[in-house]
C-alpha cells in the first residue's frame, strides 16, 4: 500500500512526488471538484481517493494520493484557496514517511515485539526514538531490536506524575506525532489524555463495549462468550470509551480457562493494535466525532 | 450431521438404533469407565463421544452416540446403576428425532424463514407445530411451509397476559420440547422465563454483553464499532443475560447508517439462531451455572 | 445499502435525484477533474466516490453517486464531452433501479429461496419476472414468492439446445440484465456464454481455484481442507475460470462427511451468491481483464 | 490447554502426574470402555477425552489425557494389555513436555520470528536446538532468542545433499521429534522426506490446493481471488499434497498489488504455523490416510 520509495519517474523521465492530502470540512456540493481542480493545477494526478459524508456530523472526508513533480510548496499554493474557502481541516503529507511513534509498555512483550518486529519489517511506517516502561522487564526485547528503552517505577501518585512529566517531555524531544499504548497498564491522567488528544492509540484486551475496565478476559469466562477480541482506540479521559479504530475476534468454547483466553486474545491484541498504527501512519484514520472514518 | 435415519443394520443384517446419551454430575474419576461398560453391556459401540470437566462448578458433563441393537428399555436398564451411583442428571433420546418447536415472532420474518426453510430441507431436526404472533405480519410466509399460524394483538398488560397464557397452552397441547423467539419483540414475564426455563431460546441483535436492550443497532452505529454480531442465548428473568449459546459478527465501516446494519445483521442473527437450534435440538448443548457446554 | 427512493428534496424543496455513474477509460491525468466538473455543471454533489487504477490493464474505473435536481437528459448532456474526450465506457442509472434479473435453477433450493427473500424483503434491488428450470422440483417455492416458473427437461443435446433457445428468449422478452446461474447443473455452451457475458453470475461450490469441476464437496473431503467455501463469479466459456466476485469460507474438521460438507457449504453458496448479485444491482462490479474491481 | 506444570497433588497431597495417550487401531466395539477401564487400573482420572472413527479407512484415533499417581512404567503396564489386544499405534507422553523441535529457515523472518516469540512466552511447548538456514539473513534475529544458528549456502546438487545431511545429523544429534519448515525455500529430496515422514510440518503460502508450487501470491492476484491464505501440512515427496493440519484465510481486494498480498499473506502463515506446530506439539495431530485428524 505505502511504497518505501516517495519519489519515481514519469515517462519522461520527470521526478515524480508522492503526496497524500487529507481533509474535512462542512459538507456542502463541489468540494471534489475544487480539490481535483487544485490538485490538477499542480500537475498532479490522483492515485488513490476515498471520501465519506457523515451524515451524523455533516462533516465531509476525504483522502487522495497524488503524484506530481511538484514540490510541498507548489502543492500547498494550489490548495491554499480551496482550504480556506470551505475552512477544512487540511493535512499534506509526503506517502510512505514515517511517523514519529513513542510506545508506552509494561511487562507484556507480544504487542511491543509485534510492533518493532514489522517496523524492521518495513510493514509499519514508523520510526520509534524510544520505548517507555514502568518495568524493566522488556529492556532486553527492545534492545534486541536496537530502541531506546527507559523504565521508571510507577508506584505512587507522585511517581505516577513524574513519569507522565517524562512522556510529555520525550514527546516534546523527539517531535512525537504518535503514541501508543502497547499494553500500557496505567491510567492516563485527564490532562495527559487531553495533551495527548487524537494521537495516542490504545489497544483494549476486549471486544469493546463489552467488558470495560479491568480483567476483560476473566469477565469473559464469567459470561461464557462464544468470541474473544481485542479494540484499538483513541485514548480519551472517558475510559474504553474512546473512539474505535479497529476490533478483531476470534472463537473460544467452553472448555478454555482464563489463562488459555489471555494466551488466545493475544494475537487479536497484536494484530489489531498494529492495524490501527499502521492505518494512522498512512494517515487513513480521521475523527468524525466520536466514531473515526477509516480509509482501507 | 445426523442422518435422519435412526436404525441401521450391521454386518449380520442385525437392526441398529442409534442412541444419543447426555449427562452430568458432580465430576470424579471412574464416570467414563462405567458409562461405557454399561454401553458394551447393552451392545452398544460409541460413534461420537465428548465430555468437559468445569473446573468453575465442579461437574462433569458427557454426550455419547451409540449404535445398538438394544431397544430403549434394555439401555435403560443398563445405565440405571450407573445414574444412581453417580446422581447423574442423564438423559436418553433417538438420534436425529424431530424436537417438537414453538416458534414466537413478531413482525421481522428472516428468522422464521430460515427456520422453516431449513426444517423442510432437512437441515433442522425440529418439528414445528404452531408459530404464534402478536402481529399477523408473518401469516403468509408460515401458510407456504403449511405450518399453523396464530396471532394476538398485544397491546396491554391484560393482552400480554392473555398471549402468555396461550404460549403455556401451546407447550402443553403440543408437548413442546423447545420454544424459539425469532425476533419475538415482547419481553417475557418473569413467570413465563421460569416456567421455560432451559428450553427457551432468544436471539439478540447485538454481540451480547455489548448493546443490551433496546436499538441495539443504533448503539453500536453510535460508538462507531468495526464488527456488529448476534447472539443466541437461553432466555432467564435477566433480561439480556441469560446463558450464551451462539455467537456471530460481521464486519462494519464507518460509511454503514443505521439502516443498513439492521440489514447486515439480520444474516447473523438468521444463521446464529437456527445453529442453537440445531445445536439444542441436537443435544448438543448442556448448562452449567450461567455457562453453556456445547459439544458441537 | 441504496434506499428504495430515488428521489429526495434539498432544503429549499427541490426535487433531488439520485444518480450513480460508473466509468472505465485508459488512466491519465485530470479524469477526476473532469468529471466532477460536469456533475458540478449538472447542479450535482458527490455522495459516494470511488475510484481505482489498474496496473495491471492501464485501466482507470470510477463510480460515482449523485444527488442533483437534473434529470437523464442534463445529466447525460453534461457529462458527454468527458466520455468522448476520455473514450469512456460510461453508464448512468438511478440509484436502487431494480435490475430486471432471470434465474435460472435446478433441483436445490437453497440459493432461489435466498434470493427470493432477499428480493421480497427488499434487501436486493432486482425484479425477477422469471425462474426457468430443468427440473419441476422447486415450482412450489418459486409459486409461493408469485414469481413466474417454467421448467423444462435437459435430457439430451436436442433439449438442451430448447432450453438455451428458451434462455435467450426469456432474456429478449423481459429485457433482463442479469442472468443468475443459482446452482443451476448444467454447464451452459460457448455461443450462450458469449451471449451473455458480462451479465452471467454463476455460484460455484468451492473455494476456486481449489476444486474446479464436479463434487467439489468430496474432493475437499478426501483432500482434508480445513476451510470449504463457494465463489460467485462472471460465467464465461472458460470452466470455473470466469472472472471471481466474492468468496467466503466456513471452518470444518475431520469429523465432517461428504453430506455434512454439503449442508454446511449451502449457507456459503447462498449467502455468497446474494452478495454478488446485489454488488452487481448497484454498479459495484467493474471487469478489469480477468478480474474484477468491486466497489463495496 | 497445557499447563506448565505436569504434576499436582490431589486433596489428600498425593502427587499427580499428567498423561497424555494417543492412540489409533481398528475400529470396533469396546475400544472405550477397554482403554478406559486401564485408565482406572492405574489409578487414572480422564480430565480430556476426544475420540474419532474414520469411515474412510475403518480406523479408530483417540486422545485421553489423564491425571493419575501412577508412573510411567504402572500406566504403560495397564495400557499394554489393552494395546495388544487392539494392535494399537499407541503412543504415552508427560502433558507439556516440550518437544525437541528443528527449524529450517532461508531469508524471511516472520514464521521464525513467531516460533521462537511464542516459544520463549510459554505459548509454544517446543524446544528449539537449532535452526539451520541455507542463509546467514536470519543470524541476528535468532541469536536473540539464544538459539544456535547455522547456515550452509545451497547452490548446486552437492550443497544440497550436504545440506540434507546435516538436516539428518542434527536429527539425530538433538533426537529431533518435529522439523518445520519455517518458509525453507528449498524442495526436500524424496529421501528426506520420507525419512521425515509424519514429523516435518511446512508452511505454504496458498489456500491449498489452490495455487500450489512457486509464487503463490502472483497466481492469487492474476486470477482475482477475494481471500489469500496459508496452508501447514505434513511434507511427503508429493509436493504440496501432504496432509493438511491447518488452513486460513484473510480478505483482500482488487486494489492489492502482489507485494501488498505477500505482506498480508504472513500473519496468516505465522499464525498458522505456530498453530499447527502447537497442536502437534500437543500430540492432537494424528494422520488419517492422506487426512489429519485434529484433536483440538
Known amino acids: 500500500m505505502i511504497t518505501d520509495a516517495t519519489e519515481t519517474a514519469d515517462a519522461t523521465g520527470t521526478h515524480l512526488n ?17 480539490v481535483s481542480g487544485a490538485i490538477v493545477a499542480a500537475r498532479g494526478n490522483i492515485t488513490e481517493s476515498q471520501q465519506f459524508a457523515s ?35 487540511l493535512h499534506l503529507d509526503e506517502v510512505g514517511r514515517p511517523l514519529r511513534t513513542l510506545v508506552l509498555a509494561s511487562t507484556a512483550g507480544h504487542c511491543v515485539n509485534d510492533l518493532l518486529f514489522r517496523q524492521r519489517a518495513g510493514q ?49 524531544e523527539h517531535d512525537i506525532e504518535l503514541v501508543v499504548l502497547a499494553r500500557y497498564m496505567q491510567i492516563l491522567s485527564p490532562e495527559l489524555c487531553d495533551a495527548l488528544a487524537g494521537r495516542c492509540i490504545n489497544i483494549h484486551h476486549s471486544f469493546l463495549p463489552g467488558f470495560k475496565g479491568a ?6 469466562h464469567a459470561r461464557g462468550v462464544k468470541l474473544i477480541g481485542a479494540t484499538a482506540h483513541f485514548v480519551t479521559s472517558d475510559l474504553d470509551e474512546g473512539p474505535i479504530i479497529e476490533q478483531n475476534v476470534v472463537r473460544v468454547d467452553h472448555s478454555r480457562s482464563v489463562a488459555e483466553l489471555v494466551a488466545i486474545g493475544q494475537d487479536e491484541e497484536s494484530r489489531t493494535l498494529s492495524q490501527a498504527v499502521k492505518w494512522f501512519a498512512e494517515r487513513r484514520v480521521l475523527l468524525d466525532g466520536q466514531r473515526t472514518v477509516i480509509f482501507r
Not at 481533509?23 to 468540494?31: A, H, K
Not at 451524523?56 to 507548489?74: H, I, K, L, N, Y
Open 124 to 172: 509499519l511506517p514508523v520510526e520509534i526514538p524510544l520505548v517507555l516502561s514502568n518495568h524493566g522487564t522488556l529492556r532486553d526485547l527492545v534492545d534486541f531490536y536496537g530502541v531506546p528503552f527507559e523504565s521508571e517505577a510507577v508506584v505512587s501518585p507522585e511517581t505516577k506524575a513524574a513519569f507522565e512529566r517524562r512522556i510529555l517531555d520525550a514527546v516534546e
Open 18 to 34: 508522492h503526496w497524500v492530502v487529507t481533509l474535512s470540512c462542512t459538507d456542502g456540493p463541489g468540494i471534489v471538484h475544487a
Open 215 to 220: 480483567n476483560p478476559y476473566r469477565q469473559a
Open 55 to 89: 451524515h451524523d456530523t455533516g462533516r465531509f472526508f476525504m483522502r487522495v494520493q497524488v503524484e506530481s513533480p511538484a514540490d510541498r510548496a507548489e502543492l500547498e499554493a494550489a490548495l491554499a484557496p480551496v482550504r480556506e474557502r470551505w475552512q477544512m481541516d
